[in-house]
């Protein structure tokens, strides 16, 4: 038995390496799996076919790595892998009677009869897989209760970040249920409070920054320049000539706007590190705004893509 825990997989993660490294750090596996290449599972045991195996017949080996790998013929055959388990460890359940097919007519009416249930000796490796998979089921059920689902978002890891927040309120509330019995929260009062609770950490982390700002020392270096708004405007108007040289040399007529995969609006992020620098406290997210349209004419003179929102495009070719 391993000595830390084990993790019920399905077929998209059960690679031979992860399962040893897994074994390496005293994690068990089992799990389904699907076919990795020529050479996993061997040859021996991937010739098995359903048409040569009988209901609940079970073909075994250990590869390699030292993995309990198995082929069991339910309704088809299922390739399994265990290193938690061992051979000829069976168990009785009672099992409901399949909807009849073409492929399982034949056993499904010797072993149920007219009978809605009977008594079948499975492997322990399956009655377990089939356990632990129920409880992981159950857990994507209640994580979808309170997920929301119609983010649409160009970043890849918000969804991930997303997904390992409702994991976190998951297991949090597992907890909080077994540790109080009747007297826990529901599921979804529990989401509330723990929703409040992070809200008002992030407000006093806000306000830990803002007063840590507003109390630091003097710097060594002499202060910067506070600018006003209109030289604030004439030093990003410069800066963006310098970075894009056609903005004001090549014609207006051969100015045009194109699209493309979004961006970030140079303008705004110009105007953006600007307020920055002068110490304001601005919102990236805010501030910055990401659109589609950039100008072709100004794109061509640099490797850097001129993306200009709605609101900076005619300001950022306006005449000297």
């Not at 009988?54 to 073909?59: A, C, L, T």
């Not at 306000?207 to 604030?232: D, G, W």
């Amino acid at each position: 038995m391993m000595s830390t825990f084990v993790i019920a997989m399905d077929n998209y993660f059960t690679l031979p390496k992860v399962i040893s490294k897994l074994r390496e750090k005293g994690i068990g596996v089992v799990g389904t799996a699907r076919y990795r290449g020529q050479t996993w599972p061997p040859k021996k045991l991937k010739e098995v076919s359903k048409d040569d195996a009988s209901f609940n017949d079970f073909y075994w080996m250990v590869d390699e790595f030292g993995t309990l790998l198995g082929r069991w013929m339910d309704n088809g055959m299922v390739f399994v892998v265990s290193t938690i388990h061992r051979v000829g460890k069976i168990v009785q359940r009672r099992r409901k009677r399949p909807r009849k097919t073409q492929n399982n007519k034949s056993h499904v009416d010797f072993i149920w009869g007219e009978n809605g249930t009977a008594l079948i000796h499975i492997p322990t490796l399956i009655d377990n897989y089939n356990y632990w998979m129920g409880g992981v089921d159950v857990g994507d059920q209640r994580i979808s209760y309170y997920h929301p689902s119609n983010i649409v978002c160009q970043r890849t890891w918000v969804p991930i970040f997303i997904q390992i927040l409702s994991i976190i309120r998951n297991n949090a509330y597992v907890v909080h249920r077994t540790n109080l019995g009747p007297k826990a929260l529901s599921h979804k009062d529990f989401t509330y409070q723990m929703i409040s609770w992070l809200l008002k950490k992030a407000e006093m982390a806000q306000t830990s920054r803002r007063q840590l700002i507003i109390a630091q020392p003097a710097h060594p270096h002499p202060s910067p320049v506070i600018l006003t708004e209109t030289q604030l405007t004439i030093e990003i108007s410069n800066w963006l000539t310098s970075k894009f040289p056609n903005r004001f040399s090549t014609p207006t007529k051969y100015h045009y706007p194109k699209t493309r995969t979004r961006g970030s609006c140079i303008y705004c992020s110009a105007l953006y590190q600007w307020r920055s620098n002068q110490g304001e406290y601005v919102n990236f997210h805010k501030e910055v705004k990401r659109t589609r349209t950039y100008c072709a004419c100004c794109s061509s003179s640099t490797s850097r893509i001129c993306f200009l929102c709605k609101t900076h495009y005619e300001l950022f070719h306006e005449s000297k």
